[in-house]
């Protein structure tokens, strides 16, 4: 693909319920990043994935978010009984990672979650 | 806790003008520095990047000031169009082993006729 791909654009949902956001990176790419992005706020550090485990997952809020990335390419996060706080923008990015720290991380459009 | 610290959060600037967003840091591990620029129901998109080995980096409009001793860097746009008007963020990112980027709050830029 052209690039980071991520379903579904827009997800509602009701407290408490479960959800799944996906993530398609950039075909090639080892390096798979999640953010989420609250309103007039920069994006957050969530969890950074290279190949298929997660190297640094220090920015998860709490045990209800889980991310992973079983093949090394499509990444999926999973938020369990979700709370109205957690509506947000949650953004994928991807890299090549050959020469961190100046690799590019390119970013997808994002899913706007909504807890209701 | 705040490791990049953005300002203005808004910004009106008239077309043709310059257009200045400026960035501080805090942690001296920070080694890669880009500008990120994003639409509104638009991902960020890298725009420009330094590493704290330079002072200056200029790419067509954009140009990067740093000021390694003084933890900070800037954004200049020069000739800023209509087609500039976005919200800007600055980032920072470690060594290899501290990749995720930390980013700032954000500037709304708007270019006015």
């Known amino acids: 693909g052209a690039g980071v791909s991520q379903t579904p654009s827009n997800k509602v949902t009701e407290k408490g319920k479960y959800v799944e956001l996906r993530c398609d990176p950039i075909?090639?790419?080892?390096?798979l990043y999640w953010y989420r992005q609250s309103l007039g706020q920069g994006p957050e550090f969530l969890i950074y994935f290279q190949g298929t485990g997660a190297a640094d997952d220090s920015g998860l809020p709490n045990d209800r978010f889980f991310a992973v990335r079983p093949e090394g390419s499509v990444s999926t996060l999973k938020i369990q009984r979700t709370e109205r706080g957690d509506s947000a923008v949650y953004l994928c990015?991807?890299?090549?990672?050959?020469?961190?720290?100046?690799?590019?991380?390119?970013f997808g459009p994002g899913t706007r979650l909504t807890v209701l | 806790q705040q490791q990049v610290k953005q300002s203005p959060q808004s910004l009106i600037v008239q077309k043709g003008g310059i257009s200045i967003i400026n960035c501080a840091y805090e942690n001296t591990a920070f080694d890669y520095f880009p500008w990120y620029q994003q639409f509104p129901g638009k991902g960020p998109a890298l725009l420009i990047a330094?590493?704290?080995?330079?002072s200056e980096k200029k790419e067509g409009r954009f140009t990067i000031s740093f000021n390694k001793s003084a933890k900070q860097f800037s954004l200049h746009i020069m000739d800023s169009q209509p087609g500039d008007s976005a919200t800007y963020f600055c980032a920072a990112r470690g060594i290899f082993g501290n990749e995720k980027l930390t980013f700032g709050t954000g500037t709304r830029l708007t270019i006015i006729p």
């Open positions: 075909s090639g790419h080892t390096a």
């Open positions: 990015a991807s890299s090549l990672t050959l020469l961190p720290p100046t690799d590019t991380q390119y």
């Open positions: 330094i590493r704290p080995d330079v």
